[in-house]
């Protein structure tokens, strides 16, 4: 029988005054242990994931969502557990980021990024929201072109991991 294996990231306050950053840091840890209690339960071996990362692609998406999903984006993060402030979770990834960033001697990678059709018009507060919070890049590209978005996502990845992660999905048809 095979191991589950699980890497688990934890967000940790290191500032005096940051007790907003310990509620986001508690709600990614609850988060993080309920992403794997299901991956667990639903058999899943050898599982490798971020649960930092899935926790902050969606709060990404909660700066663009309104009413319901909004509401349940926020449910399933904790988000609706932080008292509210405008934006704090959003700076506090921020914080975290520069942080990971600033490690000596230690060279940490960290890539947000949102891929649209560039028929979807995105509004320019959500755009300047996810540059300034997650300095995440904002990309358009025709979803049939050639290779399939795997192409320009793999490519991107590619270029950002210094060529360390060569394929994140699966190539489409040419």
């Given at each position: 029988m095979k191991a589950p294996l699980c890497i688990l990231c934890l967000l940790v306050a290191t500032d005096g005054s940051a007790n907003w950053d310990k509620?986001?840091?508690?709600?990614?840890?609850?988060?993080?242990?309920?992403?794997?209690q299901n991956?667990?339960?639903?058999?899943?071996?050898?599982?490798?994931?971020?649960?930092?990362?899935?926790?902050?692609a969606l709060s990404m998406v909660t700066?663009?969502?309104?009413?319901?999903?909004?509401?349940?984006?926020s449910r399933v993060l904790g988000l609706s557990q932080i008292p509210s402030?405008?934006?704090?979770p959003q700076a506090s990834y921020l914080e975290v980021i520069q942080?990971?960033?600033?490690?000596?001697?230690?060279?940490i990678l960290t890539v947000n990024a949102i891929f649209v059709?560039?028929?979807?018009?995105?509004k320019a507060d959500?755009?300047?929201?996810?540059?300034?919070?997650?300095?995440?890049?904002?990309?358009?590209?025709?979803?049939i072109s050639p290779g399939g978005p795997e192409r320009h996502i793999n490519r991107f990845v590619y270029s950002k991991t210094k060529g360390l992660i060569k394929t994140?999905?699966?190539?489409?048809r040419e």
């Open positions: 509620k986001v840091a508690q709600v990614c840890n609850s988060f993080s242990q309920s992403l794997y991956i667990a339960v639903n058999g899943c071996e050898n599982s490798i994931y971020s649960p930092l990362s899935i926790h902050q700066l663009g969502a309104r009413g319901d999903t909004a509401a349940e984006l402030r405008p934006n704090q942080q990971l960033r600033q490690v000596p001697h230690v060279e059709n560039p028929s979807t018009e995105i959500f755009t300047n929201n996810v540059t300034k919070f997650y300095q995440a890049e904002v990309s358009s590209f025709d979803l994140v999905l699966t190539p489409g």
